[in-house]
């Protein structure tokens, strides 16, 4: 009954990347480096399959990051001279890249991945890019000089690579925009308006998925600043219920958001969070299905999804492999109890 997907991102195996790290370097390069990206993919798929998980991805192996692999491939990028910014608000430092001249793809983003990953899985495909407003927030404007104009030149590029994507043969599209919990206002005012932009024409599934960011110490930290009730998600959620976004991505296992937020996202799917990617303790079933029953006072069984809270990245393959393991027999266990 609840289908199973993950928000995104798997490790990289230590033969692709250094391993357990947010933006890890590459381990090889050339044809080697693309070989390996293609046999962590393929491999990825396989253990989401064996864990029996509904919807599957290509984990990100291709991309170094979830937004610098996107940007990577846009021209009016310095990519070469990165500067130090704060990002999500001043939350922590990253090595950003700076927008230096009018935005334009180089060619297609994630083609390799995308068309590798359909021809070998006949599972449900999902594929995750950025949000226009996470990205936005994640490189140095030299040029435009306005946050939503550039927010809209990214959602145009966004936009032709989803539509390739969707010809690829991807079934969901899923845009990643975590700065949506720190710029509330904003995202309700043009972040998702930036969000449609970028879905604009699109046929298949359309995703959006909205954390508190990855089980880095930077975001354990900011978490526990955020008090007792996380109430983020009151702004943003009407504004999407109103969208043209069809599924919305939250984070519910161990966080502190009341879980009636839930009812603001009338008439979307709601793909929960029964997964914690900050803890490396593995979810019990009975404790997944005990989640997604306390959600069901909020969401309609036939809307509700099975997820992890975000990407798990940054996790050893191990932990990350029962955690795909969990989420499937907690669902099933969910299914179970509550058909
Ligand atoms: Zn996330």
């Known amino acids: 009954m609840f289908s199973t997907a993950i928000a995104g991102s798997l490790p990289k195996p230590a033969w692709l990347a250094e391993t357990e790290k947010l933006w890890p370097q590459w381990t090889t390069q050339g044809p080697e480096l693309q070989q390996a990206k293609a046999d962590a993919t393929l491999l990825w798929i396989k253990v989401q399959e064996d864990a029996g998980l509904d919807v599957v991805g290509d984990g990100e192996q291709a991309r170094q990051h979830f937004v610098h692999g996107f940007v990577e491939q846009v021209e009016g990028i310095d990519f070469a001279n990165k500067v130090t910014m704060g990002i999500r608000n001043n939350r922590y430092d990253a090595q950003v890249p700076q927008v230096i001249a009018p935005l334009r793809l180089k060619g297609r983003v994630h083609a390799f991945e995308a068309q590798l990953a359909r021809a070998h899985t ?36 966004l936009n032709q690579e989803a539509l390739a994507l969707q010809a690829d ?22 972040g998702v308006k930036a969000l449609e932009r970028a879905a604009q024409g699109l046929t298949c599934t ?67 969070g029964v997964i914690d990617v900050a803890n490396p303790a593995i979810e019990t079933p009975e404790e997944i299905a005990e989640t997604i029953g306390r959600a069901l006072q909020f969401v309609p069984k036939n809307r509700l999804i099975a ?33």
């Open 307 to 339: 997820c992890t809270n975000c990407g798990l990245a940054p996790m050893s393959r191990a932990v990350a492999e029962a955690k795909l393991k969990a989420l499937a027999e907690g669902a099933k266990l969910a299914s179970q109890r509550y058909a």
């Open 169 to 190: 043969g991807v079934d969901i599209i899923q845009f990643d925009e975590p700065a949506f919990n720190v710029y509330m206002d904003e995202a309700a005012d043009w």
């Open 206 to 272: 359309t995703a959006v998925h909205i954390c508190y960011g990855y089980g880095i110490e930077a975001n354990n930290k900011w978490k526990e600043t955020l008090g007792q009730e996380w109430r983020q998600y009151e702004k943003v959620f009407p504004a999407l219920a109103k969208s043209s976004i069809q599924q919305v991505s939250l984070e519910c296992m161990h966080s502190h958001v009341p879980m009636e937020m839930m009812q603001l996202l009338e008439g979307k799917d709601v793909m929960v």
């Open 122 to 157: 006949k599972k449900k495909l999902k594929f995750t890019l950025p949000g226009p407003m996470t990205i936005v927030d994640t490189v140095a404007d030299r040029f435009y000089g306005d946050k939503v104009k550039m927010a809209m030149a990214f959602a145009e590029l």
